[in-house]
């Protein structure tokens, strides 16, 4: 049992002060929807801001955006609004900040000390459930007091610093530990219930995780992992909700990216996170290959430079080095490489199929069409390329079809997964586990 979601732990306060003075934001962030608000605000939560300056259209629902927002982003906090014509804004107060922040860092203790590259996503999820099955017991006293006495059993600091919470505590806990390690998971309640638990992706799909049934006596196998045919047995939620927001937060772009990140650090971002929607760049293009051609270690050893170029990062170097000695890149010029310079879709799709060991020298693919050859020689669909011709080209779709290429056959018909996998490159069940 839990709470409900309006009370005083979990409040939404809805300050409607349009006729008020409010400072001018000096920037504002523009959004169509509140699902795009939601995700935009919870990633500002986890860098720490509180407070998010809006432009917004006519009639948006802050009480939807609220929702989707603790989906996305849950613990025990107090939302305001105010929805000026003038200066709109949205803001998070914690019950607690110092609680909060307690509980983040522990959090992130837990993540670094549960999980490691060597696991399988479903052995990731299985080490934070049984953590938290393990070290946790469900607040009966909390759950039929339901006060704000005992708030801490609604929040993740109350399962992960005092051990004891009740559901919503716990599926709080749950996400937060997710979050910090990469592993993608959302918050769900059900009013009807009276009740929470967790959404996560598995194998490309929705999935769904309680574990308040295995900490009050359940079987613990129970609602680990299941799907939603399983989970409609005995749970009741809005499930057209859920659908919406894993549709926009875990689409297409992002669970390639994700894969290919859990397959041991193929795609990677940077402080800026994956950067999904920005343009790819040469430079990227070249680490790609180095490491689907499964040499990055290679790479990283070397120590010479032989390459003529003036413009590359030396940090950055040792992956140019490579593919100039194997002769699978060139610069644009006799002294550049522009490692800078936005790539195209035509263009990585040629990194991809030489990956893939076609080559132009045989005359199976041309760059100025790779894209059209790749749909040609059946490492491409049709619906795939009309995905990825569709519109600009970006880092998200850089790995759509990074994803598509490490699935695809080369010229002798063996998979780049199972090559990279006979290399050592890839573990073989942390494949079967993303990819089949």
């Known amino acids: 049992m839990r709470n409900s979601i309006v009370t005083r732990t979990m409040a939404l306060a809805l300050v409607l002060c349009c006729l008020l003075p409010v400072p001018a934001a000096a920037a504002r962030a523009v959004f169509d929807n509140e ?10 939560l986890e860098q720490g801001e509180t407070r998010l300056d809006v432009s917004v259209p006519a009639g948006f629902d802050y009480t939807l955006c609220y929702r989707y927002l ?13 929805p000026s014509l003038v200066a709109p804004y949205m803001k998070v107060i914690y019950n ?16 670094s000390e549960l999980i490691d590259g060597a696991m399988s996503p ?28 005992i708030g801490d059993a609604f929040s993740a600091y109350g399962a992960l610093i005092g051990h004891e919470a009740v559901c919503d505590g716990l599926s709080a806990a749950f996400a937060m530990i997710c979050r910090r390690a990469g592993l993608p998971c959302v918050y769900v309640a059900s009013p009807e219930m009276n009740h929470s638990w967790n959404a996560v992706l ?61 397959l041991g650090g193929l795609f990677r971002g940077s402080d800026k996170g994956w950067e999904l929607d920005r343009a790819p760049t040469r430079v990227e293009a070249a680490i790609m290959l180095v490491r689907f051609l499964g040499l990055e270690r290679e790479a990283m050893a070397l120590t010479e430079t032989t390459y003529p170029f003036e413009d590359v990062n030396p940090l950055l170097g040792q992956y ?35 990956a893939l060991e076609y080559s132009e020298e045989r ?27 569709s519109g600009g080209f970006d880092r998200g779709l850089m790995a759509y079809v990074s994803l598509l290429t490490l699935t695809a056959e080369d010229p002798m018909g063996v998979p780049l997964w199972e090559r990279l996998c006979d290399d050592g490159v890839l573990d073989r069940k942390i494949v079967e586990d993303i990819l089949f």
């Open 35 to 44: 699902l795009e608000a939601a995700a935009e605000f919870a990633a500002r």
């Open 320 to 354: 140019v080095e490579l593919l100039y000695r194997l002769g699978l890149t060139n610069g644009t010029s006799d002294l550049t490489f522009s490692p800078n310079r936005e790539i195209s879709l035509n263009e990585y799709m040629t990194f991809m199929l030489r």
């Open 363 to 389: 005359d199976q693919f041309a760059w100025e069409s790779a894209a059209e050859d790749a749909l040609g020689l059946g490492v491409l669909s049709q619906s795939q390329y009309d995905r990825l011709t």
């Open 202 to 262: 598995y194998k490309g799909e929705v999935r769904y995780i309680d574990l308040t049934y295995a900490i009050t006596g359940g079987d613990a196998d129970r609602y680990f992992l299941v799907d939603e045919g399983t989970l409609l047995q005995d749970h009741t939620w809005d499930r057209d909700m859920v659908t919406r927001l894993a549709d926009a937060l875990w689409d297409d772009r992002f669970l390639s990216a994700y894969s290919l990140n859990q």
């Open 122 to 149: 479903r052995e990731k999820y299985a080490a934070v459930y049984g953590y938290l099955t393990d070290t946790c017991t469900y607040d009966h006293r909390a759950a039929l007091n339901q006060s704000a006495e």
């Open 96 to 111: 607690d900040a110092a609680k909060h922040d307690e509980a983040e860092r522990e959090a992130a203790r837990l993540a």
């Open 70 to 82: 603790s989906m996305i982003c849950r613990d025990a906090y107090v939302f305001e609004y105010v």
